[in-house]
């Protein structure tokens, strides 16, 4: 990810993507680690993913509102792609998006920290 840098200030406060992006993969790693693809595991494995990830960030004690998505794709050749867009205060607010894969998927996960006025 590029442009991630300009959101941030130096403020106790401010939102750091790098933080976040550390936050992100150690959640992904801990919930689907080495599994293999399951349709059968893959709502439980979102669903946890993103939980875990709120926990944590909400866990750094900074005055955010977070917005966390999570999709998992079984991996079969097509392509996956996503965006997003945000409109709001580049000097506080901030996102980050992780791209994670194993041998059988593919998981991206996007963090959006909005700032407590």
């Known amino acids: 990810m590029t442009g991630m840098e300009e959101y941030q200030n130096g403020n106790e406060g401010s939102f750091s993507s790098e933080e976040a992006d ?3 993969k150690e959640c992904i790693e801990s919930v689907v680690g080495a599994d293999d693809y399951s349709q059968n595991q893959v709502n439980k494995w979102t669903a946890g993913i993103v939980e ?16 966390v998505t999570c999709a998992v794709m079984q991996k079969t050749g097509a392509g996956l792609h996503t965006a997003n867009s945000c409109y709001w205060d580049t000097t506080t607010d901030g996102s980050c998006t992780v791209r994670w894969e194993n041998r059988t998927m593919n998981c991206v996960v996007s963090v959006f920290a909005v700032a407590i006025a």
Not at 52 to 67: A, D, E, H, N, S
Request: aromatic letters at 10%; a positive charge; one cysteine or more.
């Open 22 to 24: 550390s936050i992100v």
């Open 52 to 67: 875990r990830c709120l926990t944590q960030l909400v866990k750094l004690g900074k005055p955010y509102k977070f917005i």
